[in-house]
């Protein structure tokens, strides 16, 4: 046996022998008991909200609109984007933020069908693929009824920030206050005849939810575009109701 087999051996032997001498028990693996499908599955979903993350959730709706395409359906895509976000943060800091967030994922979920595909975009923007066949119309009233659903909300954030800003008593880490919640919601669908790929109805939908922040917020515009990116104006569902913000 070379010198190095015998260092490599004693090596060996000193990590499973305890301070007595004895055998020790061998390091219990962390993955012990997780199966391959629940790493795939937890690296893939956004760890605050739930949701498919951005690079996921894209791969699995291109995969779902070229389905649509070769069966003559027509996906709509809404845009969610949580209004005054930053003031939620800025207030109450970012654990609060991540709960609002949790809550308006969960919100939108309820609203929709399990074949639907929701992802995190990004900082407070929320996606969502509706893979049924759809008319502007269809899609624009769906996108009112989660706006309707959300705006609902009362979340209880943690305020122990907002007591400090006030300069009040911050020891009670259980002391809560109740906000409300609103959304702009952006809605893109191909026209008749028309096939536009997931990038071109994202900037439909993106076009579509800046012009509803435009209108004041907490409301949906809805959109109509070409492959080639042309699109119509955006429309308003056949009610709304605009914004004030709730921080």
């Known amino acids: 046996m070379t010198g190095g087999a015998r ?12 301070s007595d001498g004895a055998a020790a028990a061998p390091p219990r693996n962390p993955l012990a008991g997780v199966s391959i499908l629940d790493v795939f599955e937890s690296a893939a979903h956004d760890d605050v909200t739930g949701t498919l993350l951005r690079g996921v959730w894209r791969t699995r709706a291109e995969r779902e609109i070229a389905a649509a395409v070769q069966s003559g359906r027509r996906p709509a895509l809404l845009l969610f984007d949580v209004d005054h ?3 939620c943060n800025d207030r109450f800091g970012h654990a609060a933020g991540d709960l609002v967030l949790a809550e308006v994922v969960w919100t939108i979920r309820r ?12 900082g407070d923007e929320l996606v ?3 893979t049924d066949d759809h008319e502007l119309a269809q899609a624009a009233r769906i996108a009112e009824r989660l706006r309707r659903r959300v705006e609902h909300l009362s979340v209880p954030v943690p305020t122990v920030r907002a007591a400090k800003l006030a300069g009040t008593r911050t020891g009670d880490a259980d002391h809560r206050q109740t906000t409300e919640v609103t959304v702009s919601v952006g809605a893109a669908i191909g026209r008749p005849g028309s096939a536009p790929e997931l990038s071109v109805l994202l900037e439909a939908a993106d076009g579509a939810m800046y012009a509803a922040k435009a209108a004041g917020r907490n409301t949906v515009r809805a959109v109509e575009t070409t492959a080639d990116g042309v699109t119509g104006t955006p429309v308003a569902p056949t009610s709304t ?4 913000s709730p921080w």
Do not use: M, N, P, Y
Request: proline letters at 0%.
């Open 241 to 244: 109701c605009q914004a004030r």
């Open 7 to 18: 260092l490599g051996r004693r090596a060996e032997l000193t990590s499973v022998a305890g």
């Open 111 to 122: 609203g929709l069908r399990h074949v639907d595909l929701i992802g995190r975009l990004g």
């Open 128 to 130: 969502a693929l509706l």
């Open 85 to 87: 976000f930053k003031q």
